[in-house]
């Protein structure tokens, strides 16, 4: 029964994310290997909430930095040359520096171009995990809200 909560929880959320004011994909960001489970969700949380890395969502650039940044000003257990950084299970960033393989440079656009992308930090410290549901953020939200007073 728990199980199916989740489930149906995480569904909802995604669905919500999905329908986000001027929203044009979803953004799963997964936290993996923190020291602990809270400090994966801080970590998960500051990525999710930036707007930078939600621009470079919409902009379908797979900027690692910017989720670098994020997690290392999220004061949690951080050491740039443990970090790894994957999009869609493409590996962009080893070790704080770029690990982008011009193979899968087709791959890794069209994962960008997709409704769903999901970002994965692995900093390889500890056992923590976590997960954020969020979306891009581009000219639809701005559209949007602009005339709201």
């Known amino acids: 029964m728990t199980d199916a909560l989740w489930e149906a929880c995480a569904d909802l959320a995604g ?4 329908d986000a004011e001027g929203g044009s994909r979803v953004v799963r960001v997964r ?7 809270r400090e ?9 909430q930036s707007q ?3 621009c470079s969502f919409y902009g379908q650039d797979p900027y690692w930095g910017r989720v670098v940044s994020e997690l290392g000003s999220a004061g949690i257990a951080f050491q740039l040359d ?7 299970g493409i590996t962009v960033c080893r070790g704080g520096v770029e690990a982008t393989n011009p193979a899968d440079a087709d791959a890794l656009k ?25 979306c891009d ?9 602009m005339t709201t007073s």
């Open 52 to 54: 930078l890395v939600k």
């Open 137 to 145: 953020l581009g000219h639809g939200y701005i559209d949007e809200n």
């Open 31 to 37: 936290v993996m290997g923190a020291a602990d489970h």
């Open 40 to 48: 994966a969700a801080a970590g998960a949380r500051k990525i999710a």
């Open 110 to 134: 069209a994962v960008m171009a997709s409704d769903t992308v999901e970002v994965v930090a692995h900093l390889g410290l500890g056992p923590g995990e976590a997960s954020m549901i969020t």
């Open 82 to 88: 443990r970090v790894r950084i994957s999009y869609g």
């Open 15 to 18: 669905q919500m994310a999905a």
